[in-house]
C-alpha cells in the first residue's frame, strides 16, 4: 500500500534557527499535524479520544533528518503503517519539500493503546485494526 497524504505545510522565517535553516521544532509540528489526522483516518477522531472508550501513549519517535528546509519551502507529509499488533501501532511518516521530492525526514512512531482507568495496555477496536491493516506499508527488502 502506498503511503497517505496526512498533512501539508510551508516552512516560514520564524521557524528559522541560528544556523540558516529551518529548526527541529518545525519538523515535529509538521510531523505532530500528521498523526492528528493519521488517527482520523484510522477511526480515532478526537472526539472518540475524548470519549473515555480508551487513550493512545506515545511510547517511542525516532527521527532522521536527511535535508535541510528553508523559510518558504512547502511540504507534504505521507504516512503509512509499519506494524500493527493487538495493543501496538508503529507508524512512519516521511516529510517531502514538494518543489524537488526530496523526503527530509522521516519520523516513526510506536503508540499503544490504553485503558483510561487502569493505564494498562488494551486492544485496538477491531476498527482499527481492520483500517491500520489496510495502510501496510510493503516490508523494506
Not at 527521527?63 to 503503517?81: A, F, N
Request: charged residues 25%.
Amino acid at each position: 500500500m502506498a503511503m497517505v497524504e496526512t498533512a501539508r505545510g510551508t516552512a516560514h522565517e520564524w521557524q528559522r534557527d541560528h544556523m540558516g535553516h529551518i529548526n527541529v521544532r518545525a519538523y515535529m509540528e509538521f510531523f505532530d499535524a500528521a498523526c492528528w489526522q493519521f488517527y482520523g483516518m484510522l477511526g480515532l477522531s478526537p472526539s472518540r479520544l475524548r470519549s473515555g472508550e480508551f487513550k493512545l501513549a506515545a511510547v517511542q519517535q525516532n527521527i532522521s533528518y536527511k535535508k535541510e528546509l528553508y523559510p518558504g519551502d512547502t511540504i507534504v507529509v505521507r504516512t503509512g503503517v509499519v506494524e500493527m499488533r493487538e495493543k501496538v501501532l508503529r507508524f512512519r511518516h516521511e516529510l517531502t519539500n514538494t518543489e524537488n521530492g526530496e523526503v527530509c525526514a522521516i519520523c516513526e512512531f510506536t503508540v499503544v493503546c490504553l485503558n483510561p482507568e487502569t493505564r494498562r495496555s488494551q486492544p485496538f477496536p477491531d476498527a482499527v485494526v481492520e483500517c491500520a491493516q489496510g495502510l501496510l506499508l510493503p516490508l523494506a527488502t
